[in-house]
T-cell receptor, first 107, second 114 residues
Framework: RKEVEQDPGPFNVPEGATVAFNCTYSNSASQSFFWYRQDCRKEPKLLMSVYSSGNEDGRFTAQLNRASQYISLLIRDSKLSDSATYLCVALNNDMRFGAGTRLTVKP | DVKVTQSSRYLVKRTGEKVFLECVQDMDHENMFWYRQDPGLGLRLIYFSYDVKMKEKGDIPEGYSVSREKKERFSLILESASTNQTSMYLC?????????????FGDGTRLSIL
C-alpha cells in the first residue's frame, strides 16, 4: 500500500467551479503536510503548506484531519490557469508524495 | 529563492553505460533527495541524504547508487543503465533545521536509455 494515496482523476471542471481533492496518508507519525502543483513536463512546485487548523491562501483552502489521516485541497472559482496536477505530500523523516490528481479547467 | 540545479534537462544513454546525474543546491540545505517520476506511478524516492557522506535508501534503490561528498552536491549514479530506467529524474533539497520545511525541486532530467 502506498503511504500517500490520491484519486488520480482526471477532474474536468468549467471555469468558476469549486473543486475538492482528497488525499489519505498511512503513516500516523507524519508531521507536516503540503500540496504541490506540477505543470506538464515541469518540476513540482510548492502550492501551500497544510496546517492543523486549516489554512487559506486566496482561492485555495487546505484542511487536515489527523484522526482520519486525510488532507484536502479546495479550489474556489477555478481558473484556466489552475489546470495542473496536484500532489499531496506527507512529511516524516522524508517526504512521501501521492501520485497526483490531474485537474483540467475548461472555458 | 532556493535554487536547485540539475546538470542536464535531457540525456540519452545506452544500455550498460554508467550514468551520472548531478544536482547542486545553493541554500546550504542538509537534506537532499533523488526521485524518479513515471506516468501513473507518481514520484518515487530512490535515495536521500541527511548530510555529507550520508545516504539512505528510498523505496526503489535497486540499480542506483548516490554520492554526497559535499553538502551542496548530491549525485545519482546508474551503475549499468537499463531501458527500464528511462524516466524523469527529480532532485530536491530541504532545510532540516527550520521546522517543517518543504522540499524544493530542480527542473528535472529526462533520461532515455536506448
Amino acid at each position: 500500500r502506498k503511504e500517500v494515496e490520491q484519486d488520480p482523476g482526471p477532474f474536468n471542471v468549467p471555469e468558476g467551479a469549486t473543486v475538492a481533492f482528497n488525499c489519505t496518508y498511512s503513516n500516523s507519525a507524519s508531521q507536516s503536510f503540503f500540496w504541490y502543483r506540477q505543470d506538464c513536463r515541469k518540476e513540482p512546485k510548492l502550492l501551500m503548506s497544510v496546517y492543523s487548523s486549516g489554512n487559506e491562501d486566496g482561492r485555495f483552502t487546505a484542511q487536515l484531519n489527523r484522526a482520519s489521516q486525510y488532507i484536502s485541497l479546495l479550489i474556489r472559482d477555478s481558473k484556466l490557469s489552475d489546470s495542473a496536477t496536484y500532489l499531496c505530500v506527507a512529511l516524516n523523516n522524508d517526504m512521501r508524495f501521492g501520485a497526483g490528481t490531474r485537474l483540467t479547467v475548461k472555458p | 529563492d532556493v535554487k536547485v540545479t540539475q546538470s542536464s534537462r535531457y540525456l540519452v544513454k545506452r544500455t550498460g553505460e554508467k550514468v551520472f546525474l548531478e544536482c547542486v543546491q545553493d541554500m546550504d540545505h542538509e537534506n537532499m533527495f533523488w526521485y524518479r517520476q513515471d506516468p501513473g506511478l507518481g514520484l518515487r524516492l530512490i535515495y536521500f541524504s541527511y548530510d555529507v557522506k550520508m545516504k539512505e535508501k528510498g523505496d526503489i534503490p535497486e540499480g542506483y547508487s548516490v554520492s554526497r561528498e559535499k553538502k551542496e552536491r548530491f549525485s545519482l549514479i546508474l551503475e549499468s543503465a537499463s531501458t527500464n530506467q528511462t524516466s524523469m529524474y527529480l532532485c530536491a533539497s530541504r532545510d532540516r533545521g527550520r521546522g517543517n520545511q518543504p522540499q524544493h525541486f530542480g527542473d528535472g532530467t529526462r533520461l532515455s536509455i536506448l
